[in-house]
């Protein structure tokens, strides 16, 4: 029997879904660091034109496949063209590998959440020579497979339309806080100030496109996904107001996180320790500290878990295609499947250190597939779908073949792919040097 399509209760269901697959750990965390050590302010400019001329194209350009299939991304790419079942596949299976890692630190996010709310905050090296990690892997993935378990409205959507809310109250609330403690002007000045030399060096470029791809998690199929179960919103301004609440959102995290390293006096450039050791140590010196490091983590709970879900969405809704599978079998599957491939990277940060090339597996996984594989992921969507697909068709999703049109088609089929490359060169010289 083939099942009727779920569809998004309305337009902002859609919309707080897709924000929150957008706005995840790399917002909140990796993007204050990145502006850091890549020239401050100036930072924004190369981000920005990433986000509007490469990112919102790309998001368009899935948004629009999936609607116009009607369907996930290895049936849509095969009903572009049956050659392109692989390539579908390869998207399948890149998503499931970074979501295995990204459950593992959802998990950590979670473990810190806990233990600033008991008054109790752990040191980073203490809680991974233990099996914690483990433990609180395995509750992210329940949490994630609960949700979608329960489908696109009553899991997915539901999920966003309580957790987005409460994420932006949160980092609101923690914003005003930061603004007025004592290390506030140094702490902007570090994040914000411009250092404008930086703009013409190809890495900070490189930095912003990868950024860029990654917070909006473009490339991945998940857009693709959620346009399936979309009806007629116009998916220029839907992009739009994702892509803005995405970088507002990570603006925001930075004038959380650098005032506080300021006042506490530790290291702004501490690079990915900083989430994890930094900051802790921050909420440890300063007033209240235990009630803002709960709240920290839980806002970071939150938007990790909104991504997460969107990403298993991807395998799920596969499966569900495919092999005409229901739901729930579909995700205990999917969920089973994910939890042993990350499994490698959640013991990497327990007791037994597993590591390969002298490198912790996570850290590994995050390069192979976070990394190279999303943008190599990235590159198949724009190609497939840009070169192969039917213009008309794609017109026919965008609002018609005016000339803001074919200025987005023109940046899918060569300004995407061409930043795509670069990017991808740059990492792989980054990885061997
Ligand atoms: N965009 C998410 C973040 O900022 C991460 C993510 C990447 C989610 C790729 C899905 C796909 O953390």
């Known amino acids: 029997m083939v099942q009727d399509r779920e569809q998004w209760s309305s337009t902002l269901g859609f919309i707080l879904a897709s924000i929150g697959s957008a706005v995840g750990i790399g917002n909140i965390w990796r993007f204050p660091y990145i502006v850091g050590v890549n020239g401050g302010g100036a930072f924004l400019v190369p981000y920005v034109i990433s986000v509007l001329l490469f990112g919102v194209p790309l998001m ?21 063209h049956r050659r392109f079942t692989f390539a579908g596949l390869i998207i399948v299976a890149v998503v499931s590998l970074i979501l295995g890692y990204y459950l593992v630190i959802t998990g950590w996010v979670l473990a810190y959440a806990l233990s600033f709310i008991i008054g109790q905050p752990m040191a980073f090296d203490m809680f991974t020579d233990s099996y914690l990690p483990l433990i609180f892997f395995l509750l992210s993935g329940l949490t994630v497979f609960v949700t979608v378990r329960s489908g ?6 539901r999920a966003s339309r309580y957790l987005i809310p409460v994420l932006i109250a949160i980092l609101l609330f923690l914003v005003a806080f ?10 902007i000045g570090f994040y914000l100030a411009p250092d404008t030399s930086n703009l013409t060096d190809p890495g900070v470029w490189i930095a912003a496109f ?25 998916l220029f301004r839907s992009g739009i107001i994702i892509a803005a609440a995405d970088t507002l959102i990570a603006i925001l995290a930075g004038l959380i996180i650098f005032p506080l390293v300021f006042t506490s006096g530790l290291d702004p450039a501490a690079g990915v320790n900083l989430a994890f050791v930094t900051l802790p140590s921050a909420f440890i010196r300063i007033q209240f500290g235990m009630m803002l490091g709960a709240l920290f983590f839980l806002m970071l709970f939150a938007a990790a878990l909104t991504s997460a879900v969107s990403m298993l969405e991807v395998p799920v809704a596969a499966l569900m ?33 597993f590591s390969v090339f002298g490198m912790p597996f996570l850290d590994l996984a995050d390069y192979v597939f976070g990394t190279i594989g999303l943008i190599a992921a990235a590159l198949i969507v724009a190609i497939v779908g840009g070169w192969f697909m039917n213009r008309i068709r794609i017109c026919a999703e965008i609002g018609g073949c005016g000339w803001r049109q074919r200025v987005y088609m023109a940046l899918i089929r060569y300004g995407v792919p061409a930043v795509l490359l670069v990017t991808l060169a740059g990492s792989l010289l980054r990885g061997a040097g």
Request: glycine share 10%; hydrophobic share 45%; proline share 3%.
């Open 60 to 80: 368009m350009l899935e948004l629009a496949i999936g609607r116009s299939t009607g369907k996930s991304v290895v049936s849509a790419f095969q009903s572009i």
């Open 152 to 157: 696109v409205r009553k899991g997915i959507e």
């Open 178 to 187: 930061s603004l007025t403690q004592p290390g506030a002007v140094e702490g």
């Open 210 to 234: 990868g950024q860029a791809f990654f917070s909006l998690s473009v490339g991945m199929g998940i857009l693709l996904t959620f346009g399936s179960y979309l009806r007629k919103e116009s």
């Open 321 to 353: 295609d495919s092999y005409d599978c229901p739901r729930r079998r579909a995700t205990l599957l999917v969920v089973a499947a994910i939890m042993l491939l990350g499994l490698p990277s959640a013991l990497s940060y327990t007791a037994l250190k």
